[in-house]
């Protein structure tokens, strides 16, 4: 069995450290953790490993956020991945900061990211983890926020949440979707 995880986030320094890379950081912190290297390959940083006999693929499109459908998109056809085997891990605003949602589908909620792979692979049906940065912003502020690095208390709970999220993330991939939010959802 093979998986796509797909962390989206904005390349460049300027956006490393943002609340719209969480999805980068997650899946950079997962590939830490397996000892995996990044390789530039066509609209991505790609890796993978092998977890409970899975083929586990990670993505950090290349991109941008607003056109991760394309590499999405790309390599799930590269490497033959059924879309219900995709896992889009993605920032939302819509959530408290640390809490975590897996879903098997939805609307993008006015995500760029989200909205271009609707466009791009063929609807709202492919799972997804949203993971809560929160609303603490001023009215019309929202891309300052998302764009913004996170305050000094939230950059020391991130660890906690990332390891949930990765948690998460591989018990998809080893006990399907339908479990996983039952063991998992908040």
């Not at 956006?15 to 609209?43: M, P, Q």
């Not at 891990?89 to 939805?106: E, H, N, Q, S, T």
């Not at 692979?121 to 940065?133: A, C, D, E, K």
Request: glycine share 10%.
């Amino acid at each position: 069995m093979k998986y796509l995880i797909i962390g989206l986030g904005n390349i460049g320094p300027e956006y490393e450290l943002t609340r719209h890379n969480i999805g980068f950081l997650t899946v950079d912190r997962l590939a830490d953790e397996k000892g995996c290297t990044w390789k530039s390959d066509r609209l991505a940083f790609k890796t993978e490993f092998k977890h409970k006999g899975r083929t586990i693929h990670m993505i950090k499109p290349t991109t941008y956020m607003n056109l991760s459908g394309k590499a999405m998109n790309y390599w799930m056809k590269d490497l033959q991945v059924a879309k219900e085997n995709t896992l889009v891990i993605v920032d939302d605003v819509a959530i408290p900061f640390g809490k975590l949602r897996m879903k098997p589908k939805g609307s993008a909620a006015g995500h760029n990211g989200l909205k271009n792979i609707e466009e791009l692979t063929g609807g709202q049906n492919y799972p997804r983890l949203r993971m809560g940065i929160g609303d603490d912003f001023p009215k019309g502020r929202q891309i300052d926020f998302v764009l913004g690095k996170f305050t000094a208390q939230e950059f020391d709970e991130l660890p906690i949440t990332m390891d949930k999220a990765i948690e998460m993330s591989l018990s998809f991939c080893a006990i399907g979707i339908d479990r996983t939010m039952n063991l998992f959802n908040d």
